[in-house]
């Protein structure tokens, strides 16, 4: 084995230890949480950011964000959000953001009157402060990472290094999860999204991460593979993130991943010379026959309900009234709001309060779109025209970036059907901004 390779597999071996520690000793999980935040933080003020830390650690930190959810290892629930803003703050100390972020400023002052209104319109017995962070934290975040990677240049091999920062946890997720349900087959008796393969949490979010996780690792199988060795650790690590996520039984994340996986593949087809073509094809036939296996292995292990389940049916072969498990109606009442209260919306936060008076149910939000027509209003079109079109623009300025169609899907996708309650969607849609270059780049340049 090469040096690389060895050095490779020892990085995945050592968060492959992490995720079997964690089962073992679940209080490890918090020594792993705050060692992140510790070791995070000397890593990136020791090297003065000189080419991206910020961007590494924070990507470690979003990868890691559901893991730590899962088994207890945050310091606060929120902090992945927090984090990300916390270096990219250091990181613009030492290397400055860029002067043309103006989209971004303007994005995070559309903001603030729903923030305003909502100290207004919150009810008395909520917590105001908690429930207006709670809304606003992940477009904040979006917001000031973005003024950090606008247009700034970044060498190719440097952004597969954050997504593989952002991958490790992803591993040490999928092995913790192996070992929480090591048989499938004794708990999926339906095709409802199962919290027992989850590690028993949120199956939407678990499956948001493994399916970028998916991504990642078949994307190092096209981009940072150079040896066979390095194909086959890339590849097992994909087949069995990608197994562990489809056993969720939650479809937005994994079908995300996918999308993912094929605008990557279309791009690069159309980008490549003849004889690259020749091995692209090569590639991506073995790409489609691990995800058919996958698939395959899967259904068996499901007896047949992980088709029954991208079906919409029961496990009865029945197929469900709704698609989106019901989701539907709550983002139909945050229209009818916006409606309402068309101008300024109804205020940040305010619009789950609403629905629980008018419902009786408290349900949060699965769609962020929805959710700011309803509570910002006109000012929340603006907003998301904003984070709509910049990336197409930079797209036509740089076209070299593959990843840019890849980010801003992974973005739209994942607010649709978990809206932002994690910090993943928030971040990754602030990497599409970089300016990525073929060269690589000792130091940082806006």
């Not at 400055?96 to 972020?101: E, L, N, T």
């Not at 995070?108 to 008395?124: F, K």
């Not at 913790?176 to 048989?183: A, H, I, Q, S, V």
Request: proline share 2%.
């Amino acid at each position: 084995m090469t040096k690389e390779e060895t050095t490779y597999l020892k990085l995945i071996l050592f968060h492959v230890g992490i995720g079997f520690l964690i089962y073992l000793v679940p209080f490890t999980s918090k020594i792993y949480g705050y060692s992140i935040f510790i070791f995070g933080t000397y890593y990136v003020i020791k090297s003065k950011n000189s080419n991206n830390e910020a961007l590494i650690v924070a990507a470690y930190v979003v990868g890691s964000e559901v893991f730590l959810r899962m088994t207890g290892g945050n310091p606060l629930y929120e902090i992945s959000k927090y984090g990300v803003i916390f270096y990219v703050l250091i990181g613009m100390y030492y290397s400055g953001f860029s002067k043309g972020a103006f989209p971004y400023w303007f994005f995070l002052l559309l903001l603030i009157p729903g923030v305003i209104m909502a100290t207004y319109s919150l009810n008395y017995d909520s917590d105001i402060r908690k429930t207006i962070a709670f809304n606003i934290s992940g477009p904040v975040c979006l917001g000031i990472a973005s003024l950090y990677t606008f247009r700034r240049k970044i060498a190719l091999e440097k952004m597969n290094d954050i997504l593989l920062s952002m991958g490790l946890p992803i591993v040490s997720c999928m092995v913790y999860l192996t070992f929480y349900t090591p048989n499938v087959r004794d708990v999926i008796t339906s095709t409802q999204s199962n919290f027992e393969t989850s590690g028993g949490f949120g199956p939407n979010q678990v499956a948001t991460f493994l399916g970028l996780g998916m991504f990642i690792f078949f994307s190092r199988i096209i981009l940072e593979s150079k040896t066979k060795i390095m194909v086959a650790i890339n590849l097992i690590l994909a087949l069995n993130i990608t197994y562990r996520g489809m056993v969720t039984f939650s479809r937005g994340g994994m079908i995300t991943g996918f999308l993912m996986i094929l605008l990557l593949l279309v791009f690069l087809y159309f980008k490549t010379n003849g004889g690259g073509k020749v091995k692209l094809g090569s590639i991506m036939v073995l790409i489609t026959v691990a995800l058919v296996s996958a698939w395959s292995y899967t259904s068996f292990q499901t007896d047949g309900l992980i088709n029954k389940r991208y079906a919409n049916q029961d496990a009865a072969g029945r197929a469900k009234e709704s698609q989106f498990t019901g989701r539907e109606d709550i983002a139909q009442n945050e229209i009818n709001t916006f409606y309402k209260n068309p101008l300024l919306g109804v205020g940040t936060g305010v619009a789950a309060e609403l629905r629980e008076r008018e419902t009786g149910m408290k349900v949060l939000s699965h769609d962020e779109i929805t959710r700011m027509l309803a509570e910002h209003g006109m000012l929340g079109i603006l907003a998301l025209a904003i984070l709509f079109l910049t990336p197409l623009f930079l797209y036509f300025e740089n076209k070299f970036n593959m990843y840019l169609l890849c980010f801003v899907a992974f973005w739209f996708l994942t607010i649709n059907h978990a809206a932002m309650r994690t910090a993943v969607p928030a971040f990754v849609y602030s990497l599409s901004l970089l300016n990525v270059q073929i060269f690589q780049n000792q130091k940082n340049k806006e």
